[in-house]
């Protein structure tokens, strides 16, 4: 059984950085894409990043291209995001996901199966 858990959210004054942690155990976490999602209060989850499943492919949202880095380290079972240049709009839940099939990698919610609990992001002005 998959369980996905984050960390290494928290507060943060604009522009400040954070790095959030996701560990996978139970599954074979070096053959499945995983993605990095959030969802701001009164607003639909949104995607952030995603890696593939050797780490040599990485996706972006526009708003987060050039502030965030996702990574992964498969000997650990763990994706990393590092978020540079925070501001107020990137609060949110953070929550990181394994992706459905095997070598799939997407910008898609639908497309992935697994799900953390999640980690508070707080950006303050």
């Known amino acids: 059984q998959v369980q996905l858990v984050e960390s290494g959210g928290g507060l943060v004054q604009a522009g400040g950085s954070l790095r959030l942690s996701c560990v996978d155990s139970?599954?074979?976490?070096?053959?499945?894409?995983m993605g990095w999602f959030r969802q701001a209060p009164g607003k639909e989850r949104a995607f952030v990043a995603a890696i593939s499943y050797t780490g040599g492919t990485t996706l972006y949202a526009d708003s987060v291209k050039g502030r965030f880095t996702i990574s992964r380290d498969n000997a650990k079972n763990t994706i990393y995001l590092e978020m540079n240049s925070l501001k107020p709009e990137d609060t949110a839940v953070y929550s990181c996901a394994v992706a459905r099939y095997p070598r799939l990698l997407s910008r898609d919610t639908l497309q992935y199966d697994y799900w953390g609990q999640g980690t508070q992001v707080t950006v303050s002005s």
């Open positions: 139970g599954r074979t976490f070096s053959s499945y894409a």
